[in-house]
């Protein structure tokens, strides 16, 4: 019987080490290298900044910021140890007391309860294996953790760790977590700073500082007792820190992680030539030419205005086009829950007095529409916004564009694509395309003064009919008011942006060399050769006419817009850097009349509403037929911006809509806003053109007898002749000591060639 044990135990053991070697071999086989380690790349945060330095937004799967160990102090580094592994640096990858403890509990509990994990083994079970509580996968843990430990360096192993770990609000790596909870960087922590992101990793969520203060203390205080106890610090710097409160970072909306349409354009540049990968696991530092203020600003200043503007035109008829593009937008929306802020579109059940009732799917709410209802009714889709709390606000169907420029490098300060990116990814500035009405007219009149035209020279402002080969038919272009004015000069007929007028004079002075000067100034879009070019009948969008604008506001050199000034890797490597591209396409002098020009649509034309910004600025209006389009351009010295209103189905904005009452009041507060408490410069003109006074009504030089008014002339080409009818042989910014006038009844010979 004993012999009978004996063979029995025999047995029992070989079989037990035979299972144990299986299992062994079985678990150990197919374990990953971790010498691959030596190639990590960690996903890590690409961060994109504004012009002043300031953080606009971020991309990343994970929210990471690799630091190497030298960089991350000793009083960080012994927090996570004290806590996490007291026997870091002595033991093999994995704590043998520690195990026995932890199995001891797990075998109790019939399940895995503890952990007993060491740095290497959490570090092991992050990077090679997955988050499920088995003896098994605990076995492989520990395998591995020992090869990693034969493998790196200790400091290697926690330089990774540090890295690698998870410490809540997105945050992975002790840099991420300090720039999240207390807006520093790692090696400017101090021990009690230090002490509370060490005590994350347990558990992110439950210790969190921000939603568990109470719990994030207690934590806190029990990981400087573990540095205590190990020595690391004395227990006065201890009673220190017990005694003061965990001071966060504020979360405001400064912390609002910008996404936009300046940010998306970002996204898609650094797309298109590193990859999209590369944006979200990178860490790539980006820099933009972004005012994040303005950039800020605008957004709101364009929401409120075409909010407003909507009520004022009432709810729009929706063409068949758009009617069916925004049902089949309705039935692909997949809404099970409301988020707040989020825009969505709505079908109108109902429409009671100024409310409009409707539906999303199973969800009804109600909204508020002061506007004209007339084309409202049941069926149609809207967009409403969720605010919470079963509340909604309407949101316009109208859209706009919004581009602001420094006209001396071209770097775009601001843009915005639409009412809101929530609502369409669409961006105008840069991808619509759309007619801008008068707002061309100043390439023309640009061109004419090259061509020898004074802002005196007379035209007809007469309707003229012009055979249209594409359509086959005469056209006869017509000014706003229906008003035709006959004679007229040239200042006149911008400043009230006289159509007929303005067609005359593009006749005059040809296709091709008001051709030549768009592609110079910027507009890429293809320029056909019809007469209606004047009135602006070609697509561009608003970047390309900003570009038109800055090279005014510049003294007539255009500088090619851009908005990424430079790319670094994650070792700080300078691997893009913007070049600027700037070069002369007007003459200093031509450009000096034709900023005048522009200055006087401000001062007594379609654009005077915007002399209340108080500061020199100049500008033109734009509508387009039917009221489809409405746009103001226009620049001070320090900054072009180019607005535009519409639909994106082509159609009537408004009875009456201009761009002087649609798109100016938008301009005016982004300017305002752009220029608070900053000094505005007058533009400087060319040292040759000069101010004269001149008789408007004779087209003569006034000899302070007769009414007079200040235009600028290229020097040379003012009139020879003052209002009394003396030929003005020498001009008066050439006199030295004396004036030589001739009576004009001696010397004129009937021609007048300054006219």
Not at 151 to 160: A, G, Q
Request: aromatic share 12%; hydrophobic share 40%.
């Amino acid at each position: 019987m004993l012999k009978y044990l004996r063979f029995l135990l025999i047995v029992g053991i070989f079989l037990g080490l035979l299972g144990l070697a299986l299992f062994v071999y079985l678990n150990t086989r197919n374990l990953p290298d971790v010498r691959n380690l030596e190639h990590w790349k960690p996903s890590q945060v690409s961060q994109v900044f504004a012009s002043d330095g300031s953080l606009l937004t971020e991309f990343f799967i994970q929210r990471r910021q690799y630091v190497t160990i030298d960089k991350i102090p000793d009083h960080v580094k012994n927090a996570f140890i004290a806590i996490e592994d007291r026997t870091f640096y002595e033991n093999p990858g994995i704590d043998i007391w520690g195990i026995l403890r932890a199995a001891f509990i797990n075998l109790t509990s019939g399940r895995i309860v503890a952990g007993g994990s060491t740095i290497s083994q959490q570090l092991i079970k992050n990077l090679f294996l997955t988050p499920e509580r088995s003896f098994r996968r605990k076995f492989k843990e520990m395998i591995l953790a020992v090869k990693l430990n034969q493998v790196y360096p200790k400091d290697k192993i926690l330089e990774m760790y540090l890295n690698q770990i998870y410490l809540g609000h997105g945050a992975y790596g002790v840099e991420s977590a300090s720039q999240v909870y207390f807006g520093k960087d790692v090696w400017e922590l101090d021990v009690c700073e230090a002490a509370v992101l060490a005590g994350l990793p347990k558990a992110p969520s439950r210790y969190d500082p921000y939603k568990n203060p109470e719990g994030a203390l207690q934590r806190r205080n029990a990981v400087l007792q573990s540095m205590v106890e190990e020595g690391y610090i004395d227990i006065y710097t201890a009673k220190e820190c017990y005694e003061k409160p965990i001071t966060l970072r504020e979360k405001d909306e400064e912390d609002v992680n910008i996404h936009d349409y300046f940010t998306e354009m970002v996204r898609l540049w650094f797309a298109e030539r590193y990859g999209i990968d590369e944006l979200y696991k990178g860490g790539y530092k980006i820099y933009t030419t972004a005012d994040k203020d303005l950039l800020r600003d605008t957004h709101y200043i364009v929401k409120d205005h075409i909010e407003i503007l909507q009520q004022q035109v009432g709810f729009p008829k929706l063409t068949e086009d758009e009617l069916n593009k925004l049902l089949q937008d309705y039935r692909n929306q997949k809404v099970k829950k409301l988020l707040k802020g989020h825009i969505y579109l709505a079908l109108i059940k109902e429409v009671k007095r100024k409310s409009l009732i409707f539906k999303i799917g199973d969800i009804e709410g109600t909204v508020k529409f002061f506007g004209s209802l007339k084309n409202a009714e049941a069926g149609i889709p809207i967009y409403v916004r969720y605010l919470g709390d079963n509340r909604f606000e309407f949101v316009p169907y109208l859209e706009t564009a919004v581009v602001s420029i420094d006209p001396e490098t071209g770097a775009v300060r601001a843009l915005s694509g639409g009412y809101d990116f929530i609502k369409s990814k669409y961006n105008r500035a840069v991808q619509a395309k759309r007619q801008p009405g008068s707002a061309f007219k100043p390439i023309v009149y640009t061109a004419a003064i090259e061509k020898g035209f004074t802002q005196i020279s007379v035209i007809d402002d007469e309707p003229v009919a012009i055979w249209d080969p594409d359509r086959f038919e005469e056209w006869i272009p017509r000014n706003y008011e229906g008003e035709y004015h006959g004679k007229v000069t040239l200042r006149e007929a911008l400043t009230k942006s006289l159509n007929a007028a303005s067609v005359n004079l593009f006749l005059e002075v040809g296709y091709d060399p008001v051709i030549s000067l768009a592609y110079k100034l910027g507009i890429k879009t293809k320029i056909p050769k019809v007469p209606s070019l004047v009135l602006g009948s070609i697509d561009l969008s608003p970047l390309e006419l900003a570009s038109v604008y800055s090279t005014f506001a510049n003294n007539g050199i255009r500088c090619e817009p851009y908005f990424i000034e430079k790319v670094e890797d994650p070792n700080g490597n300078v691997i893009y850097r913007h070049e600027k591209k700037c070069e002369r396409v007007i003459p200093e002098d031509v450009n000096s009349v034709m900023v005048d020009l522009l200055k006087a649509v401000i001062k007594e034309g379609t654009g005077k509403k915007a002399g209340i910004l108080g500061f020199p600025v100049a500008g033109k209006t734009g509508t387009t037929n039917d009221y489809t389009d409405a746009w103001f351009a226009g620049f001070s010295t320090r900054l072009t911006t180019v607005v535009w209103v519409g639909y994106d189905f082509k159609k009537k904005i408004g009875w009456r809509m201009t761009g002087a009452k649609a798109a100016l009041p938008i301009w005016i507060d982004l300017m305002a806003t752009a220029h608070a408490d900053k000094e505005v410069a007058d533009f400087d003109f060319s040292s040759d053109t000069v101010y004269l006074p001149v008789d408007t009504e004779t087209k003569t030089l006034s000899d302070g007898i007769c009414p007079s008014e200040e235009i600028l002339f290229i020097k040379g080409t003012e009139p020879k002749i003052d209002c009394s009818g003396n030929i003005i042989i020498k001009p008066a910014y050439e006199k030295e000591e004396s004036e030589f006038l001739f009576d004009i009844n001696q010397e004129n010979t009937g021609e007048d060639d300054g006219l």
